[in-house]
């Protein structure tokens, strides 16, 4: 990437352009009610992205933590942004501040199809452990979410040093340029 994306802590005012970037991505869209609905939990926190530093949002990674485990919830770059490391940007943010949150591990789900997103995961050190059957479907077509694991302890602010990390709310109230 040939400047480092800016990153920062969203929130449910960004429900709106949350779900327009999740429709513009994946196939199952989520209405923009069910990010002010999870975004209104104290547990759930989410991480925008652009690529640029016009704080246009070009991705955001929706991340739950309870009981020292977080879980992705969801995850996506828009077409145009992709292939720059803003995606890889996003995941490294999300577990440094899942880490920060007590989080000693971080969970998610991706299709056996994904190969992008799979790729993304084993390059930033998720490791599968698991499979659910049949669990996308789309009409007649079904695939396999493999479940995917990475321990935070090895987390630390460093890893998103680089990326120009700006939270504009919430408690990590840092700039990092
Ligand atoms: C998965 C996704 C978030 C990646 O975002 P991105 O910004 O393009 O990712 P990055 O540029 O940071 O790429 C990081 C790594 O991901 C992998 N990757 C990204 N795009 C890829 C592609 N088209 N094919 C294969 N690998 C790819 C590569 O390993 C890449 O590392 P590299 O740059 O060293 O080759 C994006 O493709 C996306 O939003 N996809 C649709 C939604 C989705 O699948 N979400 C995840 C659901 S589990």
Redesign the pocket.
Known sequence: MSAAPHLWLGGREDAGVLARLHAG??VDPWPEAAFVSLLSRSEVFVVVGARTDQFLPD?FILVRTVAGEAEVL????AES?????????LLDAACCIAAGRASGEMF????EN????F??YQ?TGFVAVGRRAAYYRHGLLAADAIVMRKPLSDASPDIVEGHALSFRSGTESTKRN
């Not at 969801?74 to 770059?77: A, I, L, M, W």
């Not at 942004?81 to 940007?89: Q, S, T």
Request: overall charge positive; some cysteine.
């Open positions: 991505a994946l991705g969801t995850f996506c770059v942004a992709r292939k720059c490391g803003l995606g890889r940007a998610l789900e991706v299709s994904n190969a992008a997103a790729s993304l390059k």
